[in-house]
């Protein structure tokens, strides 16, 4: 079935009245503030520039699934009566979501789903990556996508950190995907902007693992549908974690430094680069706020990018 999505969407958020609406409230609240329990054993070690893209989906899959155990281990947070007792949130593979949160002994009773992505912040472009083609019609109403960016505590070692992540309804999510879809290709003239959804009998939540229930594109050279975080749903979530400092320094010069030395270039073509990105750093240092002394953070930097340097192949 070809379809266009001519007309912007609006969210739809689950009814106050929905007898699990307090439940979905509490673990959404837990949500935003999700870096605050996020404690990893894992301790990165002996890791160069180009190394840490080769195994960050690895360490992706694996918060994904630490994510699951902290849900669970909050239980007294939100199930304080005890009321969900036969409840708990599990992970599934090959198919959407991600995370049920699910009855234990019968799995086909589901209240709702989170679709989680984990995302490495210093990544060679800057932004989120995956690909999100659920149907709109496979999300139910209170089902969520949350992205959970990370990093390394010492750059290129120690262990991941959480950022504050970005909370979506996974249906609006699907819904704005096929409007930016149709309404940039229907501007360009030249390109298609028509949209190849399932059969109906595959458009419903939870599809099973052999349903396929994605979208597509009819015409899609480069593979970017559901590239999400280009359709600009992201925008104010992703200037918003560019402005954080990490070691003294904003997250957006870190992508910009990372990206310098992940590119295949040469060590002198890498300098002239790193010292363009410097000067602003060391502008932007000047004229902000820090209680640290500002040459001590330039300090810090340099010493952090020779590191860095001296762990390129």
């Known amino acids: 079935m070809q379809a266009q999505a001519n007309t912007e969407p609006t969210r739809s958020f689950p009814a106050n009245n929905w007898e699990h609406f307090l439940l979905w409230k509490r673990i959404y609240d837990i949500l935003e503030v999700l870096p605050k329990y996020f404690k990893s054993e894992i301790l990165i070690k002996g890791i160069n520039v180009t190394d840490i ?59 709702f789903g989170i679709e989680l992505k984990a995302w490495y912040v210093f990544s060679k472009e800057s932004e989120p990556s995956f690909r999100y083609t659920i149907d709109p019609d496979s999300c139910n109403v209170q089902d969520l996508l949350v992205v959970t960016p990370w990093f390394l505590s010492d750059v290129l070692s120690g262990n991941p950190l959480l950022l504050f992540p970005y909370i979506e309804l996974a249906k609006y999510g699907a819904e704005f995907r096929n409007f930016h879809w149709s309404n940039s290709r229907n501007s360009s003239g030249n390109r298609s902007s028509n949209i190849i959804r399932p059969p109906e ?17 009819e015409h899609d050279k480069g593979n970017n549908f559901g590239r999400i975080a280009r359709s600009g749903i992201l925008d104010n979530y992703l200037s918003s974690i560019k402005k ?4 003294g320094i904003k997250i957006s010069h870190w992508m910009k430094i990372f990206k310098a030395m992940s590119e295949n270039k040469t060590m ?20 902000s706020q ?8 330039f300090k810090e930097l340099l010493e952090n990018l020779n590191a860095l340097k001296e762990n390129l192949p």
């Open 53 to 111: 893209y080769a195994v960050g989906n690895l360490f992706s899959a694996i918060i994904e699934s630490q994510i699951v155990d902290i849900l669970n281990s909050l239980r007294g947070n939100w199930d304080e009566d005890n009321e969900y007792s036969d409840y708990s949130f599990i992970r599934q593979s090959q198919t959407f979501p991600d995370i049920l949160f699910t009855q234990t002994q019968d799995t086909r009773n589901i209240i």
């Open 201 to 217: 009998s595959f458009r419903h939540p939870y599809p099973r693992s052999k349903e396929e229930a994605s979208d597509k594109a």
């Open 244 to 247: 954080i400092d990490y070691l």
């Open 268 to 287: 002198q073509e890498i300098d002239i680069q790193l010292e363009t990105i410097l000067r602003t750093v060391k502008s932007d240092i000047e004229n």
């Open 290 to 297: 820090s209680q640290k002394p500002h040459l001590l953070i």
